[in-house]
């Protein structure tokens, strides 16, 4: 069943949903060269503490830390230790979210470390976040679930193909095992979001107003395929190749989407899609 909320729930979401975004700002400012993924667990931790709302990741299935630090070739699920030293170069995917009076945010973003970064690493990024927006616009009142499925699919398809040099790499692998969910009164709840059309998923649900998803495409450099580590979190790419992680949770309401992790609530980035992102019941 897809829960459907209110006006005063979604809310309640935008709360939660702000957190996440300080998680993001304050950890983002921490993932530089030197530090260890352990550094930005705890820095979450404080953020969390300061705004006195709780961590939905930190025992879910028991997972034993407050984010998810994702390096390089981990595509999800990586667990933040001391032994795991950002380097100059590196990308990181940091997923997180947070509780406020029993209702989640969930959102996740790539960054890069440090400098000199790899063209390929970047547009890899630019690609994966570009599709997240695109899944967002597409997410209309009407529309059925997999209009977002194609329009997050569609968009990475017609990216250039990644290359090095003169060398294509062929093209994008959008990670097939993992995807977007519903979110509200738990983390994840129906429906399950996948990153592509799928025939034997069929239409899936007619979106209405109070419809809330974590929407989170998952891309790779190769692979659309991946393994868990012997820890049975750790997702790395089936073949090595570096992965890009974008997330946001999105309410759908009667004027349109309002993205409850993003500062401004969407608006800068629905827009230059010709789309107005719904009022903020926060401002």
């Known amino acids: 069943m897809v829960q459907i909320k209110t006006p005063e729930q979604i809310a309640k979401m935008r709360e939660a949903g702000l957190v996440v975004a300080a998680i993001h700002a304050a950890t983002r400012e921490a993932a530089v060269p030197g530090a260890t993924t352990r550094d930005l ?30 390096v390089n070739e981990v595509v999800v699920h990586g667990i933040p230790d001391e032994k795991t030293v950002l380097e100059d170069g590196d990308i990181i995917s940091v997923d997180c979210g947070a509780i406020v009076d029993g209702w989640h945010g969930d959102a996740a973003y790539t960054a890069f470390v440090g400098t000199g970064h790899a063209p390929e690493l970047i547009e890899l990024s630019r690609v994966t976040e570009g599709s997240m927006w695109a899944g967002i616009a597409a997410m209309r009142v009407g529309a059925r679930l997999v ?5 997050i699919e ?11 040099g003169d060398h294509s790499l062929g093209r994008y692998g959008i990670v097939e095992d993992y995807g977007g969910h519903g979110i509200g009164t738990e983390m994840h709840m ?13 239409k899936g649900p007619k979106l209405v107003p109070g419809f809330c998803l974590a929407i989170e495409p998952m891309v ?17 790419s089936s073949d090595g190749t570096w992965s890009s992680h974008w997330e946001h949770s999105v309410a759908l309401t009667e004027e349109g989407p309002l993205v409850l992790t993003a500062v401004d609530g969407g608006k800068a980035r629905l827009a230059e899609l010709g789309v107005t992102a719904a009022p903020d019941p926060l401002a």
């Open 220 to 236: 790779s450099l190769g692979t659309p395929h991946t393994e868990v580590l012997e820890d049975d979190w750790t997702v790395v």
């Open 154 to 164: 569609t968009y990475i398809k017609r990216q250039p193909r990644p290359a090095v």
């Open 147 to 151: 209009d977002i499925s194609r329009a």
């Open 41 to 70: 667990d705890e820095v979450a931790r404080k953020v969390l503490a300061e705004h006195g709302a709780k961590s939905n990741f930190l025992g879910y299935g028991g997972f034993p830390a407050t984010i998810c630090t994702s």
């Open 190 to 202: 129906d429906p399950h979001l996948l990153n592509y059309v799928s025939r034997k998923r069929g």
